[in-house]
């Protein structure tokens, strides 16, 4: 599975759009970009996930560039409640479909 | 609806110790099943996954190891505890292959003295 780069840290003002950034350089053509989040001391929370195409739903908008060396996870009205550890992965739909996690962005929303 | 549960929520051992943590998931049948540790400040690791009954896979050699008895039904478990081994266990499961989520539990927070 290819491996991740995020920031350590990142703030953002309460109401403004949170951008998430995340390289995925070596990723290869099947494999999925999926974004989890962790709020302290609780299990990782599903996000959204893709592959080529970008993707919305109603927690996030998922932007993947063109040649899939990276993806930014975006938040549009950040609120309190989204202050979190946030982990971009990149993973192959195959058998056991494993997840690896790096250390993650840990994102502050600020009042 | 899917749910997927863990026990216990928190847990205190001596050194030595064995262990055995659960981990139940309901309203899904063959599921895959996954073990993750997480130390303190740190990502989570990856430590077993299962893709059906007695089928286990280990990511990372230590002195843990995986059962999976029943369908639904996954375990965690040590001969003998190392302080290193404490952290913040979760349990997840997903549907089969392809582009599918995984889905966390509440997790179990081990404490080694």
């Known amino acids: 599975d290819a491996k991740t780069t995020q920031p350590p840290s990142m703030d953002c003002a309460e109401g403004r759009a949170a951008n998430l950034p995340c390289n995925h350089s070596?990723?290869?053509?099947?494999?999925?970009v999926y974004w989890y989040r962790q709020i302290h001391s609780q299990g990782p929370q599903y996000i959204i996930h893709g592959l080529k195409n970008n993707e919305t739903n109603e927690m996030a908008s998922l932007i993947i560039t063109e040649d899939r060396k990276s993806s930014t996870l975006i938040l549009p009205h950040a609120t309190l409640r989204d202050t979190a550890v946030y982990y971009c992965?990149?993973?192959?739909?195959?058998?056991?479909?494993?997840?690896?996690f790096g250390t993650g962005t840990s994102l502050t929303v600020i009042p | 609806s899917q749910t997927i549960h863990q026990w216990p929520a928190t847990l205190v051992q001596p050194v030595g110790s064995p262990l055995s943590l659960e981990c139940t998931v309901e309203g899904t049948s063959n599921p895959n099943l996954y073990w993750y540790r997480q130390a303190a400040g740190r990502g989570l690791q990856l430590l077993f996954y299962s893709v059906g009954i007695g089928q286990i896979s280990s990511e990372v050699p230590q002195n843990l190891s995986a059962s999976r008895p029943q369908d639904r039904q996954f375990i965690l478990s040590s001969k003998k505890l190392l302080l290193s081994d404490s952290g913040f266990y979760l349990c997840?499961?997903?549907?089969?292959?392809?582009?599918?989520?995984?889905?966390f539990g509440p997790g179990t927070r081990l404490t080694v003295l």
């Open positions: 992965i990149a993973s192959l739909g195959n058998t056991g479909n494993q997840f690896y």
């Open positions: 997840a499961w997903g549907y089969g292959i392809g582009d599918n989520e995984q889905f």
């Open positions: 070596t990723i290869s053509g099947n494999e999925y």
